[in-house]
């Protein structure tokens, strides 16, 4: 354990350093070895099977170094994207398809072990559904642009109530059984959505004229897509 905290410790260091004062790595020119170290930390990660938050681990990284890092915030997105970088590159070498991993990064980019699992529960779903969902959270990805409240029941018609079911305790138990990483439950919940969601767009004008009637459409669409894609983002998942 103390091997792996100080070997974590020293990856995170040289990082939110190097990075803290601006340097940027370009193309094959790595001079002072940041991709190595990237690679190292995401390694003992694994091989610890430490479940962390890259992200708090950064940012304590980064405040380490007080005030000689002038944008902490800029920093430590840099450095996020740069270590997810470096996931992609480990995880598709290992085979995984790369829009599933592309799907699984968008929301478990900084919790290395998380997005493994996720993978791998993703690995055992039904392709013909995993395109349907794709298509359906891609659909409502492209129609909900309006900024809305919370949905409001009154405003329901009919063909809405089941789509409205699913906002309710289907789509908090997909979130909660994400956050608890049971990513197969998640994934084969939300995958059990898909006839709900296609029978919404067939039956439903969202885009009404009715401005309060569009806006709660609009809500109640975007209630059921953040469930959707809790566990992974089905919308980064390509035709085939």
Not at 32 to 59: H, M, P
Not at 101 to 107: E, P, R, S
Not at 168 to 190: C, H, I, M, T, W
Request: charged share 25%.
């Amino acid at each position: 354990p103390l091997g792996f905290a100080a070997g974590m410790l020293d990856r995170l260091d040289t990082l939110a350093g190097y990075f803290g004062i601006g340097t940027k790595v370009k193309g094959s020119s790595d001079p002072f070895g940041l991709r190595r170290n990237a690679l190292a930390l995401i390694t003992l990660i694994r091989e610890a099977d430490l479940d962390v938050d890259l992200e708090a681990l950064l940012r304590a990284a980064i405040a380490g170094y007080g005030d000689i890092v002038g944008d902490a915030e800029a920093t430590l997105q840099n450095m996020l994207a740069f270590i997810t970088e470096r996931q992609t590159v480990m995880l598709r070498d290992e085979g995984y398809p790369y829009d599933h991993v592309d799907a699984v990064l968008a929301v478990h980019s900084a919790h290395p072990i998380r997005a493994r699992k996720c993978l791998d529960a993703m690995a055992k779903l039904d392709a013909v559904q995993v395109q349907d969902l794709a298509e359906q959270t891609k659909r409502m990805q492209k129609i909900v642009k309006e900024p809305a409240a919370a949905v409001d029941e009154s405003l329901l018609d009919e063909n809405e109530r089941a789509l409205f079911e699913l906002s309710g305790a289907p789509a908090r138990a997909v979130r909660d059984q994400a956050d608890q990483q049971s990513f197969a439950e998640a994934l084969n919940g939300s995958l059990s959505w898909i006839p709900v969601i296609s029978n919404y767009f067939e039956n439903v004008m969202v885009n009404d004229k009715d401005d309060a009637v569009r806006a709660n459409r609009h809500a109640l669409v975007r209630e059921v897509l953040t469930a959707a894609t809790a566990a992974a983002d089905f919308t980064r998942i390509e035709k085939r």
